[in-house]
């Protein structure tokens, strides 16, 4: 029964910034990559940072690198998703994803998914 439950969204102006993390459930969460991805209205759902399961490398999509921090607490069961100078593009549905191994690769459980929106 595995289960991610994500919290943190919220209404954020631009340049500002939200913290959304991410909590596992049914699974060894420190032998699984994990991933943020998200989906604008009208748009493809896209991936935004990966993090690997143990030694946490990370990657980034171009348009968050410099901005966003993926990490983990394995201990805890987390991965969170520092944002920082947020902008309006930036708004979409946050979904929380597990690999099905230590590395990025296939997604096999998604998070319910938390709503971002950079406004003023």
């Known amino acids: 029964q595995v289960q991610l439950v994500e919290s943190g969204g919220g209404l954020v102006q631009p340049g500002g910034s939200l913290r959304l993390s991410c909590t596992g459930s049914?699974?060894?969460?420190?032998?699984?990559?994990m991933a943020w991805y998200r989906q604008a209205p009208g748009k493809e759902r896209d991936l935004v940072a990966t993090?690997?399961?143990?030694?946490?490398?990370?990657n980034y999509a171009d348009s968050v690198k410099g901005r966003f921090t993926i990490s983990r607490d394995n201990a805890g069961n987390t991965v969170y998703l520092q944002m920082n100078g947020l902008k309006p593009e930036d708004t979409a549905v946050y979904y929380c994803a597990k690999s099905n191994t230590w590395y990025p690769r296939e997604y096999d459980y998604w998070g319910q998914g938390t709503q971002v929106t950079v406004s003023s």
């Open positions: 049914g699974f060894t969460f420190s032998s699984y990559a």
């Open positions: 993090i690997t399961s143990v030694a946490g490398k990370t």
